[in-house]
């Protein structure tokens, strides 16, 4: 990056007005992780936000709010009961990025190596921009095109909303790749919930396989109502399998990552009813 | 260029330093006589440049200088020396875990602050903690035995 400048606020209000007033040349900085990968030589006058007190994350009436700046090791070592994105976090690169990377940072540019926005696909997750007003979008709306387009200047993420899992639901997440730094091949989530035996609802998302990450609608639809198990599972991927265009990556056909793909939907699935089962 | 100062505490001494705004904190390291960390991909995929900033291993190749105002910044030089060694950097050396050297800082700093944190770290907090610390050389099963022989879980001192 070409920062010419770096400004360090401990309000969030002066994060927002210096944001708008140097607009386009100044850019909020979280981690920094992201500059590896994001060669952009403009100048800019970087705008650190992680002594905004945007960390931490709360219960609130059987919703986690997980603040923007919160890191990913902070997500992995966080225990309460039903929090899930310990799983997700342990899935993400390595210790000493774990450190750095925040929430905030990892949702508003996707790449196919993006854990966090498939998780947050599948957890129906609600995401907290400040601007001149709080806006709340869901995730399928703010995952729908690459989301930093949402936030005009000095605009800010400032916290993820979450349900906690409760009783007779399971969640479950699956990375493909070969080592802890390598890019993801396929990642996929599953959240369900039983009623009765049946699945009562399910979210179901994929990442790294398709151009952006996305729910699998027809599999979602195929298991609402079903009969939880291995037979339900397979021909609710069979009936949606097809729909995404899917993309192989560093090496591998787009063939083999609709393979991947069909393997690990059964997978979380599976685990995901597991957990839902109180197995 | 737009020079500017900061002032965070390196090895335990507040310092004042005057940096650029796009100097990673390595860049700044290295520069001030802090050789010790290395720097090997300079894209977050070694580990080698592993310092501990306010108590958590970071990619000093990664964060900017700027970012590091105000914190505390641990590097292997104020760990320990070849006159008084950290008990890690023993244990390195008397396992035969070093062969070229060049990751050893690296480890030595992801390991203590996985040890500051949780004295009685086992072999599954180790091989999370370190998952991004690349060794070309040794094969990690000395680094692993190294490590292990720190953690009061198996007896040892950190
Ligand atoms: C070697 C390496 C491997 C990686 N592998 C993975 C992986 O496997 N899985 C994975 O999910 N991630 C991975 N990452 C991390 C990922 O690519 C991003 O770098 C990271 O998630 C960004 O988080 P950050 O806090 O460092 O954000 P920053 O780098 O500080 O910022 C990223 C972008 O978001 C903007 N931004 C940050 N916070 C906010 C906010 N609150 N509101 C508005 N805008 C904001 C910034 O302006 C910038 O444009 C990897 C990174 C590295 C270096
Ligand atoms: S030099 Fe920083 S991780 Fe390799
Ligand atoms: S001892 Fe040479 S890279 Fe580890």
Sequence with gaps: ?279 | MNMKTITFTLNRKEQSFDIEPDETLIDLLRRTGHTGTKLGCDTGMCGSCAVIVDGRAINACILFAFQANGRTVETIEGVGDFDSPHPLQTAMADAGAVQCGFCTPGIVMTAKALLDEKPDASEEDFKLHLDGNLCRCTGYVKIKEALLSCSSATGGES
């Design chain 1, 1 to 279: 990056m070409n920062y010419v400048d770096f400004k360090s606020p401990t309000q969030l209000d002066e994060a927002r007005t210096l944001l708008k007033e140097l607009g386009e040349s100044a850019s909020p900085v979280a981690g920094s992780t992201l500059h590896v990968f994001l060669k952009d030589e403009s100048p800019k006058v970087a705008v650190d936000i992680l002594r905004l007190g945007l960390n931490g994350i709360r219960l609130v009436d059987g919703v986690y709010h997980i603040g923007a700046t919160t890191t990913v090791t902070d997500m992995l070592n966080h225990r309460q009961h039903g929090w899930v994105l310990d799983r997700v976090a342990e899935a993400f690169v390595t210790q000493p990025i774990r450190n750095m990377a925040t929430m905030g940072g990892s949702v508003v540019r996707v790449f196919p190596w993006s854990d966090l926005p498939v998780a947050l696909l599948a957890l129906n997750a609600e995401l907290v921009i400040t601007g001149d007003a709080e806006r709340v979008m869901s995730a399928p709306e703010f995952f729908a095109t690459q989301p930093f387009h949402h936030l005009q200047a000095g605009d800010l993420l400032t916290s993820v909303r979450i349900p906690a899992l409760v009783e007779g639901q399971g969640f479950a997440y699956h990375k493909e790749r070969r080592t802890t730094t390598d890019f993801s091949r396929c990642t996929i989530a599953a959240w369900l919930a039983l009623d009765d035996g049946k699945i009562a609802d399910v979210r179901i998302a994929v990442g790294a396989a398709v151009p952006m990450p996305r729910r699998m609608d027809a599999v979602e639809d195929a298991l609402k109502g079903a009969r939880p198990g291995p037979a339900a599972f397979e021909k609710a991927m069979q009936a949606g399998i097809d729909a995404p265009r899917w993309k192989g990556l560093h090496g591998i056909s787009d063939e083999y990552a609709r393979h991947l793909a069909s393997v690990h939907i059964v997978d979380v699935l599976t685990k995901a009813h597991e957990e839902a089962k109180g197995a």
